[in-house]
């Protein structure tokens, strides 16, 4: 079995090289350039955009882009960034699923001379010269924008006391970490909340339907005031939830949600989500940008966060701009 598994893989990687195979380099011959690209799954609209938006802006800039999807697994992210090692791509392009535990590949990669660009989620390490740039949200800021909200909301509900459940993206990840850390930051000295909980429903519609249904459990209706939630898709889970139980979505239940995305705005706009704060997953003209740069022996260096807000129940959600992706 084990043999067979290895002799698919192996045909599966010549038929990815085939289609990326090297043209000879000429000036205006930009497709000698090769990405590779490991994105870390699919679980999410967000992911499925953001993929999207890699594929587009390859194609535009006339890179290959060699792409792998490791279906939430760091492992099968490793094995990815180790086979466009052996191949020799010109970048490797990634978006780790969890922070930690990458120093090893990296090192293989900086031995190889090949640069290494972040796209989407952060890494933690000791050695800041294992990857070149990062490219991806401000997270921090976004959970900040959260709970800058709900100051806004507390104050027109003119509450005394707040529950509030927390339904979190994946452990430690970086946008997990940075929502809660921001959002934190901002409420957790106003003695008006009370965090009950923090599960994780790992970026997940299904498991945001799962949280949603052991929270009410837990605490029922009355005990949850505000349900902020990392991503629409476990909002959307959530939506799914409180409506088959004959709760009030936006008005029982307060929701505060991150990304973005089509249906989370539609919600917005039915008043069944309070808050949408936006993620944009648009990040490949920007990662296409640097690959350019480097081609071309630029220095490239840093740190890029696209622009973002916010839309909520109090702007005027009538205005064609108060879109989803
Ligand atoms: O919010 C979520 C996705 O890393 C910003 O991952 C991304 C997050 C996004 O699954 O929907």
Redesign the pocket.
Known sequence: MKRIICVAASMLLCMMLASCSRQPETENNPGSVVVGFSQLGA??S??IANTASMEDAAKDAGFGLMMENANQKQEKQIDAIRSFIAYQVDVIVF?PIVENGWDNVLHEAKKAGIPVILM??MIETEEKDLYTAYVG?DFYAEGRRAGEFLLQKADAMKAEHLNIAEIS?TID???MRERQRGFMDVIGGDPRFTVIDSISGD?LRSKGEECARQLLDQYGVGGIDVIYS????MTLGVLDVLEKQDIKPGKDIVLIT??GEKEAVDALKAGKVNCVVQ?TPNLGKAVMELVKKLKSGEHVAGTYHPEEGMFTEFDDLSNPAVEGF
Do not use: K, L, M
């Not at 990392?230 to 898709?233: C, K, W």
């Open positions: 679980e999410s967000w992911r978006s989407d989620r949200a993206g990840s970086t946008p970026f990392h991503n629409d898709s991150v990304d993620c």
